[in-house]
């Protein structure tokens, strides 16, 4: 059992940037971010591989986020810069995966999300 929990999210501008973090009980060979608007289904933004430190990233944020690993103290950050309007959802952190990728339904732990809004 791996218990995530996020923080770091709130109200920015656009063009702003903002930082979440998502600190596990336990170490997880692969974490990643998703994000879920409503009325839209959740989508994967970006993962990472503790064992190979291999990255992916949604198109819509590619060049903008980066997510990042420190593997001694569990965590996973997304450094999101230049935000837009549609980044606004709730972004939620996830563990489990034995592949690392962008599927939801590869991840076994999730945290409970913490709000980014994305004002004009």
């Known amino acids: 059992q791996v218990q995530l929990v996020e923080s770091g999210g709130g109200s920015v501008e656009t063009g702003g940037s903002l930082t979440l973090s998502c600190v596990a009980s336990?170490?997880?060979?692969?974490m990643a971010w998703f994000r879920q608007a409503p009325g839209k289904e959740r989508e994967g933004v970006a993962s990472?591989?503790?064992?190979?430190?291999?990255?992916r990233y949604a198109d819509s944020v590619r060049g903008r986020f980066t997510v990042s690993r420190d593997n001694g103290a569990n965590t996973l950050t997304l450094q999101m810069n230049s935000l837009k309007a549609e980044d606004t959802a709730m972004y939620y952190c996830?563990?489990?995966?034995?592949?690392?990728?962008?599927?939801?339904?590869?991840?076994?732990?999730w945290g409970q999300g913490t709000q980014v809004t994305v004002t004009s």
């Open positions: 996830a563990a489990g995966s034995y592949s690392g990728g962008l599927m939801a339904a590869d991840y076994i732990y």
């Open positions: 990472m591989s503790s064992r190979n430190g291999l990255t």
């Open positions: 336990r170490y997880a060979s692969a």
